[in-house]
């Protein structure tokens, strides 16, 4: 079993930084892909970015792509999400997820990860 607990969240002016934090435990952390999902008010549960188990390769939303980067730090089991240039279109809660063990391509669907953390508040005002 794999908890997650997020933290970083904030308020920040158009055009800030927020860098997301995911504290996992767990003994399978770092044989898992993980990633950041998003959901604004109303909205679904949205994929934002993903990284392979040892950090390898990663993925990311069309929408977040030049201004997120996703890393993972597997010996002290934490991942991040380092966000620049916010606009308020990004305003949501931020969920980091832990994928299905045994999985080998990078997934963006919600069904595909297994434990998620239950979030943390990103507001960006404009």
């Known amino acids: 079993q794999v908890q997650l607990v997020e933290s970083g969240g904030g308020l920040v002016q158009a055009g800030g930084s927020l860098r997301l934090s995911c504290a996992a435990s767990?003994?399978?952390?770092?044989?898992?892909?993980m990633g950041w999902f998003r959901q604004a008010p109303g909205k679904d549960r949205r994929f934002v970015a993903a990284?392979?188990?040892?950090?390898?390769?990663?993925y990311y939303a069309d929408s977040v792509k030049g201004r997120f980067t996703i890393s993972r730090d597997n010996a002290e089991n934490r991942m991040y999400l380092q966000m620049n240039s916010l606009n308020p279109e990004d305003t949501a809660v931020y969920h980091c997820?832990?994928?299905?063990?045994?999985?080998?391509?990078?997934?963006?669907?919600?069904?595909?990860?297994?434990?998620w953390g239950q979030g943390t508040q990103v507001t960006v005002s404009s």
């Open positions: 997820a832990a994928a299905y063990s045994g999985l080998t391509r990078l997934r963006v669907g919600v069904d595909d990860y297994e434990y």
């Open positions: 767990g003994r399978t952390f770092s044989s898992r892909h």
């Open positions: 990284i392979s188990w040892n950090g390898s390769r990663n």
